[in-house]
């Protein structure tokens, strides 16, 4: 089955500096990549996703790349701010109920 | 907005008890799932169900047993909970397809002492 890791497991910048979490996924099959961002207290909120027929998609400050090939997808963060700080999830799936997720990210954004 | 409800948001209950999580969506969702989180872990697949009355394991299904009689309503029991069953548990419902994104409700702690 699907596999994903992500890396780092912390990761602390400063406010305004940008922030790259990057992950990997073992099934050439997958085919939606989806991140997710967890508040204190609250469960994951889809915050942009991609699929593989796209490279790059952005949304705002945040954008996310895939490299199929290499079969490895990462969030870019710009210009962070302390609210972007949270738990990030990164999952994988090709489309038929399997989406994995990776072990996250927690961000701190230091003002 | 998506809504994805859960029961409890803290849970504590002793070794040995019957515990029932439920979950209830408001989107007429095809599929809803059950994870666990725990620290370094991320979320793991316990159970999911792609239709009423219809379940599929996921990847730990020990200790666990899920019930959807209703279209909107995912429940996970646990049906003689353990020590090592204190976590965070997670619901979430989506659609069928290729986009297939899951919307996850505010999460149940429990601890089972």
């Known amino acids: 089955g699907e596999n994903v890791e992500q890396h780092p497991s912390t990761l602390s910048v400063q406010e305004g500096d940008s922030a790259v979490i990057k992950c990997t996924y073992s099934?050439?099959?997958?085919?939606?990549f989806p991140w997710y961002k967890q508040e204190l207290g609250k469960g994951p909120q889809l915050i942009i996703d991609?699929?593989?027929?796209?490279g790059e998609k952005k949304d705002q400050r945040i954008a996310v790349t895939l490299n199929k090939t290499a079969k490895h997808f990462s969030l870019h963060i710009t210009e962070t701010q302390p609210e972007d700080s949270a738990v990030y999830f990164c999952?994988?799936?090709?489309?038929?109920?399997?989406?994995?997720f990776g072990a996250g990210t927690r961000l701190t954004v230091k003002p | 907005d998506v809504k994805v409800t859960q029961s409890s948001r803290y849970l504590v209950k002793r070794t040995g008890e019957k515990v029932f999580l439920e979950c209830v969506q408001d989107?007429?969702?095809?599929?809803m799932f059950w994870y666990r989180q725990d620290p370094g872990l991320g979320l793991r697949l316990i159970y999911f169900?792609?239709?009423?009355?219809?379940?599929e394991k996921g990847d730990i299904p020990e200790g666990y047993s899920v019930s959807r009689e209703k279209k909107e309503r995912f429940s996970l029991i646990l049906e003689s909970a353990s020590t090592n069953q204190t976590s965070m548990y997670l619901c979430?419902?989506?659609?069928?397809?290729?986009?297939?994104?899951?919307?996850f409700g505010p999460g149940t702690r429990l601890l089972v002492l």
């Open positions: 979430a419902s989506g659609t069928e397809g290729a986009q297939e994104t899951q919307y």
């Open positions: 099934d050439s099959a997958s085919n939606y």
């Open positions: 991609i699929r593989s027929n796209v």
């Open positions: 999952a994988a799936s090709t489309g038929n109920n399997d989406m994995r």
């Open positions: 989107m007429d969702h095809e599929n």
């Open positions: 169900s792609y239709d009423v009355k219809m379940k």
